[in-house]
């Protein structure tokens, strides 16, 4: 799985590789700063917090319905949620403001932009370099009784959530996952628990009041073992043909988990023609 454990912190592949450029573009801008003087270091700092504002802004109205439940989960960018177009726009706005009022600027500028994307890219293709198994043969247990394979798509895209009852996270993000998956016919949303016993899962689901559909026991941890996961939350989500399309580590937004399943839905779509083939 595509992404990188530092002591207790958790970082999805992608996260990782932006912070990595960020830093570097710090260090690099805080090196030329110290001659170019207050309006250097005052660009490096506005193209940084506009780009991410923006991205984030943009991201919130693209997906304002999911947003306009819950206002102040605007303010949990740590769920992810960024639309990195927007925020790369409004970064060449600053900049070529910037240049326009600082021409000298131009070398350092370009070279601290130039380091900073290159370690961007060195490092996503670093944390990309494992590929995320497809699903395993393996049944897994339903918690109401009976079995489920995973690897036995049919055409059915699929999410699995990986989860525990003793993970804050997991304990926040459940109840909107439970309701988004029960809204969603035509993608399998599987909550997989890990480590535990029946008898703790069902107290822990009607304590909250929740009745996922499908509750899978994995005593044994086998997916988290299977997908190589760092920690909980895990979320996976599953092509039809069973390819795993993207991973989300972490609590997930109710916004970045409603555009997933939004996705695997249109996937479900284009792929049953084939399926009636």
Known sequence: MSGVEIGPLMLS?????????ILVFLVATGIFGRRRGVEFARWSTLVILVGAL???IAFVALHWESFAEDPLSILAFWQGGFAWQAG???AALVTGLHLWRHRR?????LVSLGLSLTTWN???QMVQVTETPNLPEETMALLSGG???LAERNGRPLVINLWATWCPPCRREMPMMVELAGQQEKVDVVFANQGEG???IRQFLETEALQPKLVAVDFGQTLSRHFGAFGMPTTLFITPDGR???THLGEISRAAFKSQLEELARAHDAAAPEQAE
């Open 88 to 90: 790369v726009v409004a």
């Open 198 to 200: 029946p008898d703790k």
């Open 13 to 21: 592949g992608e996260r990782a590789a932006v912070l990595a450029g």
């Open 54 to 56: 923006a991205a984030r």
């Open 244 to 246: 795993v399309a993207h």
């Open 122 to 124: 060195v490092a996503y």
């Open 147 to 149: 079995a489920i394979e």
């Open 105 to 109: 600027d131009a070398v350092p500028v």
